[in-house]
């Protein structure tokens, strides 16, 4: 796969089939995610893939709960507005962000894989996230879908701990929650404020000097 590609098209796919996803594709989204940068190469980082269904069950109300509470507190506003004005192109972004976030949730048992991504004694994620995103790459060129959520660090931290037998006094950091399975949906390339609109150059409020009406990939 053409490296553009993956960039433009890895998007949170979160309705993704039941189909397991064999050891040497899982062992290849790894192996990629552990050759990401890392703060002074002290790759202090521990990965953790889950495909048990007893702990994917015993997740799964905790996350739906997070979920809940997500929609009562951070997305309020948002959810208010759209229901106030629904045909408005912002609230239909709105509501199909959550009607798909929402699926994640109430299907969180039958996602056929999680990755938990642990740093250790390093909140700033400067060292695990590149992991992460490599992981989600590699996940794209096997065609796999993949979406990354902080919902369990954030909601229920010590539960996650305890199903999943983390050491509590390590200094272990849960830094997401990725999900990955074969996407129900089709790839795209998603739509966002374009870049000019959304940087600077030298000081905070100039201009970039560019504009860049379309993504300039397929050019």
């Keep these: 796969m053409d490296l553009h590609e993956a960039l433009y098209t890895t998007r949170a796919m979160r309705r993704v089939k039941k189909d397991p996803i064999p050891l040497d594709v899982q062992a290849r989204i790894l192996d990629a995610a552990i050759h990401a940068p ?12 889950l ?27 948002q959810l208010e507005a759209a229901a106030a004005d629904p045909d408005a192109p912002e609230s239909v972004q709105m509501l199909k962000v959550q009607r798909s976030a929402q699926w994640l949730a109430d299907h969180f048992e039958d996602v056929p894989l999680y990755l938990f991504p642990f740093s250790q004694y390093d909140p700033t994620g400067g060292s695990i996230y590149p992991a992460v995103w490599s992981a989600m790459l ?27 037998g983390v050491p509590a006094d390590e200094g272990w950091i849960l830094s997401g929650t990725v999900s990955f399975g074969y996407p129900t949906g089709t790839w795209g390339v998603g739509a966002r404020v374009p870049a ?15 504009t860049v009406d379309q993504p300039l990939w397929p050019g």
């Design 138 to 164: 590699a996940a794209r060129a096997e065609g796999i879908g993949s979406c990354l959520t902080a919902l369990l660090q954030f909601f229920h931290p010590d539960e996650t701990f305890e199903i999943l």
């Design 38 to 49: 890392s703060g002074g190469n002290q790759q202090n980082w521990r990965f953790l893939l």
């Design 196 to 210: 000019h609109r959304v940087s600077y150059r030298n000081t905070w409020g100039a201009d970039i000097g560019f």
């Design 51 to 77: 495909d048990d269904p007893a702990k994917r069950a015993a997740l799964a109300p905790l996350y739906q709960h997070a979920m809940g509470e997500l929609w009562k507190t951070v997305y309020k506003p």
